[in-house]
């Protein structure tokens, strides 16, 4: 099911994610990935030119792409919910969106952005290598 989610779209392009503005997020607003390899001088997702780190790194970019989502849709639900109670004006609302859609949604197309530069490159390693490869025997 979660296969169903996350797999890329037909209308999904790396173009799209871009003009969307991804790679300015990307640039400007740091990533727990940023924060953990400056804190610890640790990688989260270490990648290598191995498929199966490209194929751990494609699971891995799930996770932060899920949560973000769920947050996103709380804060939006959170944020209706003062609306009706008449807490906050549309404009109040609308300001929000706008900051919900930067600051927690757009890491969550990072990853979907970063899911399809890499999902070609490991669908050609499984396809070029040969079985016994693929199991790690040769």
């Given at each position: 099911m979660q296969d169903l989610w996350f797999a890329p779209k037909r209308c999904e392009t790396t173009a799209r994610y871009?003009?969307?503005?991804?790679?300015?997020?990307?640039?400007?607003?740091?990533?727990?990935d940023d924060f953990v390899i400056r804190r610890y001088a640790v990688r989260i997702?270490?990648?290598?030119?191995s498929l199966d780190s490209l194929i751990r790194y494609e699971r891995l970019?799930?996770?932060?792409?899920?949560?973000?989502?769920?947050?996103f849709?709380?804060?939006?639900?959170?944020?209706?919910?003062?609306?009706?109670?008449?807490?906050?004006?549309?404009w109040g609302f609308g300001f929000a969106l706008a900051v919900y859609l930067v600051l927690i949604l757009s890491p969550a197309k990072l990853q979907r952005y970063n899911r399809l530069r890499v999902?070609?490159?490991?669908?050609?390693?499984?396809?070029?290598?040969?079985?016994?490869?693929?199991?790690?025997?040769?």
């Amino acid at each position: 099911m979660q296969d169903l989610w996350f797999a890329p779209k037909r209308c999904e392009t790396t173009a799209r994610y871009e003009r969307l503005g991804v790679l300015i997020v990307k640039r400007y607003v740091p990533t727990g990935d940023d924060f953990v390899i400056r804190r610890y001088a640790v990688r989260i997702a270490d990648m290598r030119s191995s498929l199966d780190s490209l194929i751990r790194y494609e699971r891995l970019t799930r996770r932060p792409e899920a949560v973000h989502e769920l947050v996103f849709l709380r804060f939006v639900g959170f944020s209706l919910w003062r609306v009706r109670m008449g807490q906050t004006t549309r404009w109040g609302f609308g300001f929000a969106l706008a900051v919900y859609l930067v600051l927690i949604l757009s890491p969550a197309k990072l990853q979907r952005y970063n899911r399809l530069r890499v999902s070609p490159i490991i669908q050609h390693l499984m396809t070029t290598q040969t079985p016994l490869r693929q199991a790690g025997v040769a």
